[in-house]
């Protein structure tokens, strides 16, 4: 099995930063794609950043030029460098990995078990 291993939320005031990170492991062949999502109360888990396996980047519009991802492929490690966060940026953030297993079988996408990220003064 693959486990993802998200850490660095926390409480930030607004204007201020931080870096979540989500380490893979266990059986992994290749990791293709993999991403943050973010889940505020009473509302739906959106798309926050993903990134290819080549380092192709796609990000939510309200993220973007605060928000970067970035992914050490020897690690197995994703990084949300977050930056000018917002109140609205408060959230359970989660991480998501397409993983092959083997070369022979489809790829599964998993998730992390969520960190707490809260934007307040």
């Known amino acids: 099995q693959v486990q993802l291993v998200e850490s660095g939320g926390g409480l930030v005031q607004p204007g201020g930063s931080l870096t979540l990170s989500c380490a893979a492991s266990?059986?992994?062949?290749?990791?293709?794609?993999m991403g943050w999502y973010r889940q505020a109360p009473g509302k739906e888990r959106e798309l926050v950043a993903v990134?290819?396996?080549?380092?192709?980047?796609h990000y939510a519009d309200s993220v973007k030029g605060r928000f970067t991802i970035s992914r050490d492929n020897a690690k197995n490690t994703v990084y949300l460098q977050m930056n000018s966060l917002k109140p609205e940026d408060t959230a359970v953030y989660y991480c998501?990995?397409?993983?092959?297993?083997?070369?022979?079988?489809?790829?599964?996408?998993?998730w992390g078990q969520g960190t707490q990220v809260t934007v307040s003064s």
């Open positions: 990134i290819g396996s080549g380092g192709s980047t």
């Open positions: 998501n990995a397409d993983v092959l297993t083997t070369w022979y079988n489809p790829g599964n996408k998993y």
């Open positions: 266990g059986s992994i062949f290749r990791l293709n794609a």
